[in-house]
């Protein structure tokens, strides 16, 4: 493994609350118990854990249509008069309206900012929200489960301090929201691996490269049912090296989704958790900042799991197979243990098939000869030098969380293994069948803490269509704005310093063991 790094950790204890509904695949339920679980293995010793503000409207319209902020703002569930701007922003049934709606999205994209902003001021080495990766969502409509694309989010964010920043995506659907989002621009590169070929998104064809200035900044590697730890390695390293040669990145946004994992309730990939977190050892060892996201993920105990055990591989710390005890340790029988059995299903990516993929790609990527060159100008600071303290705030203030926040809890306060108030799901058991459809344009021991605040001026986004809307988003990453105040944190250790295959349906049925 690579050398020890400086990880920061993003997490709100009430992510897990939120619920998209009876029977639905997607569950937020599953952050805490990898929260939960990281903290029984002690992983919190080792990492500055931080609990992120909410994103405020004015950080989501930097990509985001302010209609469809104002939309996911005031919806509410069971709005008789919404029905129009629901079929409009494309929510309904894959992407729900919910109680807590509009702050899930917060508390998601909250953390993503937050940790492109903690990068940015080289206060850490790696940043890890597991509650982002939501890479389907377009500036005007939801889609595949995903409301904000926080991505997107972050990498504006990060674009403010580095001139290339390098999108990879290991989910098993394709990142379709995040590269759309940067199609024409060179100052971002997006790389894809995932299914392809009557499968949602129905993006995601080794043929689309990117337009006009982003041109051959689009990387996606089209891959087929079954593919484990030896193929998947055998693809994904010599491509990210030759990008790493050739673009030579200032950052790395990783999306870690789980649904690639075996036996995903919606996945079709043979991936171990090794395997998967080959990606992220390979990844941290070109040194790069790395900001580390979750995804997708359906099948919760295993994404607790893998998201667990690549947080210690981001430590560089091992961890026993046989789980400790910890509040859901129920969810991981029969056998307790950390590490899953890879299927016996037959890998459909022959050698000849990914040999052809990497020769493609390799080929598209000549077109990159060197790390293309941006107008030069002044990087702007992300972080405000001086943190609030008791002397500005209010006295008549009843909630001062930003102070609240700062201060720092003795170990002895900490418990490794104290419910966060949630319970689990009891609709989890609920027969229903859900479809992910493509669309035509498409608790303890670490929530005493500091508090990390998202920055930045509002900047443009994109319309629907790929080459608009990364115009859109070209514009906007050309001249970084200017930025807010963002950290004012003190880690609990120490104070901070300051054009695609035909749309396809997916069938899924709920896993009764969830």
């Not at 950080?59 to 703002?73: P, Q, V």
């Not at 036996?263 to 990606?279: M, T, W």
């Not at 344009?441 to 930045?456: D, H, L, M, R």
Request: aromatic content about 8%.
């Amino acid at each position: 493994m690579s050398g020890k790094k400086r990880v920061s950790y993003y997490y709100d204890g009430d992510v897990g609350n939120y619920y998209y509904g009876p029977g639905h695949p997607m569950k937020p339920h599953r952050i805490r118990m990898t929260h939960n679980l990281l903290l029984n293995y002690g992983l919190y010793k080792k990492m500055e854990i931080y609990r992120p503000h909410k994103a405020s409207a004015e950080d989501m319209t930097r990509f985001h249509s302010d209609d469809y902020i104002n939309f996911l703002r005031t919806i509410v569930p069971d709005s008789d008069n919404q029905s129009k701007n629901m079929s409009r922003f494309n929510v309904g049934e894959d992407c729900p309206v919910f109680d807590g709606l509009y702050e899930f999205c917060q508390l998601s994209s909250g953390g993503s900012l937050a940790g492109a902003a903690k990068l940015n001021s080289a206060q850490s080495d790696i940043a890890v929200n597991w509650a982002g990766g939501l890479h389907h969502a377009k500036r005007s409509e939801a889609s595949g489960f995903c409301y904000v694309n926080d991505i997107v989010l972050a990498i504006l964010e990060l674009l403010k301090r580095h001139e290339r920043v390098l999108y990879i995506d290991i989910d098993v659907h394709h990142g379709d929201g995040v590269e759309e989002a940067f199609y024409c621009t060179n100052r971002v590169m997006t790389v894809s691996f995932h299914k392809f070929g009557e499968y949602f998104p129905g993006t995601g064809d080794i043929k689309d490269v990117g337009a006009k200035e982003g041109k051959h900044y689009a990387v996606n590697c089209p891959l087929k049912d079954h593919i484990d730890d030896d193929s998947y390695q055998r693809i994904f390293r010599p491509v990210i090296q030759h990008i790493m040669d050739w673009y030579d990145p200032g950052a790395v946004v990783l999306q870690c989704g789980a649904d690639s994992l075996t036996g995903d309730r919606l996945g079709c990939f043979n991936l171990s958790l090794k395997g998967h977190a080959a990606c992220v050892e390979y990844v941290k060892s070109f040194n790069k900042p790395l900001l580390m996201l979750g995804g997708g993920g359906y099948t919760i105990r295993n994404v607790a799991r893998c998201w667990t055990y690549e947080t210690a591989v981001a430590l560089n710390t091992d961890i026993d197979d046989e789980l400790p005890f910890n509040d859901y340790f129920e969810y991981f029988g029969p056998d307790f243990r950390l590490h899953i059995s890879p299927s016996n299903h037959e890998n459909q990516n022959s050698q000849e098939y990914l040999e052809l993929n990497l020769k493609q790609i390799v080929e598209n990527l000549r077109h990159v000869a060197s790390a293309p060159s941006v107008q030069m100008q002044p990087l702007v600071d992300t972080l405000d030098p001086e943190s609030e303290d008791e002397d500005r705030v209010d006295p008549d203030n009843r909630r001062a969380t930003a102070l609240v926040d700062s201060k720092i809890s003795h170990d002895a306060e900490l418990s490794e293994s104290e419910d966060e108030g949630g319970r689990k799901d009891s609709h989890s058991n609920k027969e229903k069948v859900y479809r992910k459809k493509a669309t035509p344009t498409g608790e303890a021991a670490a929530t005493a803490t500091a508090t990390e605040t998202p920055s930045g001026e509002a900047t443009g986004g994109m319309d629907t269509k790929p080459d608009e809307a990364a115009a859109t988003t070209t514009a906007a990453v050309a001249q970084p704005p200017p930025a807010a105040a963002t950290d004012g944190a003190a880690p609990p250790t120490e104070p901070a310093a300051p054009a695609p295959a035909a749309p396809a349906t997916m069938d899924q049925t709920q896993d009764k063991t969830e």
